[in-house]
């Protein structure tokens, strides 16, 4: 049975709170263990807990504290390339949505010109109804048409000259 999602909302419940810090704070724990163990990786985990006067540290304090040694030894350039905040995680997300935005644009511009291609050609639209401001989007899926139709006659010409045997009904001048 799936999941339900869950909404993210301060538990104003504070055992509930408490549960369900410490079930998080165990999943936690597991990903942590299985990323050391499944891909060799150094990991550690401080988790300052609202009901304990001292942090949890995983797997032990002289492990994580190795590893904080090691991450504290990198230059600052290197550090970088590591943290990632909210800011450079949005921005980086709001790029890659503007991009996917702006090729859905095109591509929807290149079926509404299409569309009107073939409307005219079933005598639904009329020529004079084209907006001239989508020329360019025109003559390059006429180009594209063109190189696409130009490519298939290559490969039946191809075909035709393997296999001889075949009677078409078109000539190979």
Not at 60 to 76: A, C, F, I
Not at 84 to 101: A, D, G
Not at 109 to 117: D, G, H, I, S
Not at 140 to 168: F, K
């Amino acid at each position: 049975m799936p999941r339900r999602k869950v909404t993210l909302a301060y538990m104003l419940n504070k055992s509930e709170r408490k549960i369900s810090f410490n079930k998080r704070k165990k999943g936690l724990i597991k990903k942590a263990s299985e990323l050391r163990t499944l891909r060799a990786v150094d990991a550690c985990a401080i988790i300052y807990s609202p009901h304990g006067s001292q942090p949890e540290v995983w797997p032990s304090p002289e492990d994580t504290t190795t590893v904080l040694s090691r991450y504290n030894g990198l230059s600052d350039t290197e550090k970088s390339r590591y943290l990632t905040n909210l800011e450079s995680l949005t921005q980086q997300r709001l790029k890659k949505v503007k991009k996917e935005l702006h090729r859905l644009q095109i591509d929807n511009k290149r079926k509404e010109v299409e569309n009107f291609m073939y409307k005219c050609m079933a005598g639904i639209k009329k020529p004079e109804e084209f907006d001239m401001a989508n020329a360019d989007v025109m003559r390059s899926i006429m180009e594209q048409t063109v190189r696409d139709l130009s490519s298939r006659m290559r490969e039946l010409n191809i075909a035709d000259l393997d296999n001889p045997s075949t009677t078409g009904s078109h000539n190979n001048n």
